[in-house]
């Protein structure tokens, strides 16, 4: 199992800026991935950002060149540094661990922070 705690949501202003974090513990070996995941109200969720074990990254297109994702392997944590917020990025942001072991895949999940940008 891993545990994921997220933090640091919050209310901004648009054009604001907030930085998540998201600390994985537990049976932490063989991630393959972390990524953060954004739900809308009456939306699915959809992924904003990942981070691959190798270092590469990717990026829902709607945020490129104002959200980045990094990680820091001594303290098992990820974070979204998010800049130049929109109302539209409002949402539950929810980090994510995709797992592979041998031929089996798993994805665990925190219990999601709250983004609120206002206008």
């Known amino acids: 199992q891993v545990q994921l705690v997220e933090s640091g949501g919050g209310l901004v202003q648009a054009g604001g800026s907030l930085r998540l974090s998201c600390a994985a513990s537990?049976?932490?070996?063989?991630?393959?991935?972390m990524g953060w995941y954004r739900q809308a109200p009456g939306k699915q969720r959809d992924l904003v950002a990942a981070?691959?074990?190798?270092?590469?990254?990717n990026y829902a297109d709607s945020v490129k060149g104002r959200f980045t994702i990094s990680r820091d392997n001594a303290k098992n944590t990820v974070y979204l540094q998010m800049n130049s917020l929109k109302p539209e990025d409002t949402g539950v942001y929810y980090c994510?661990?995709?797992?592979?072991?041998?031929?089996?895949?798993?994805?665990?999940w925190g219990q999601g922070t709250q983004v609120t940008v206002s206008s």
């Open positions: 994510n661990a995709h797992k592979v072991v041998i031929s089996s895949e798993y994805d665990y």
């Open positions: 537990g049976s932490i070996f063989s991630i393959h991935a």
């Open positions: 981070i691959i074990s190798g270092g590469s990254t």
